[in-house]
């Protein structure tokens, strides 16, 4: 896998746990722990794409 697509596929990920997290806020029974855990994934991709990144 080339680094771009690694990028691409990184960034994707983050948005679907973006919208993962958005829905979760929205629903009336939400489960902050399973909030709590989507944000810290997507933290954790964010923080490998900024290392990926070109400067």
Not at 11 to 16: T, V
Not at 20 to 42: G, M, N, Y
Request: net charge positive; aromatic share 0%.
């Amino acid at each position: 896998m080339s680094l771009s697509s690694h990028l691409q596929e990184l960034k994707k990920k983050h948005q679907n746990l973006s919208d993962s997290v958005e829905a979760l806020q929205r629903s009336p029974a939400t489960d902050d722990l399973e909030i709590a855990k989507l944000k810290k994934q997507k933290l954790m991709i964010k923080e490998e794409i900024s290392k990926l990144s070109p400067a």
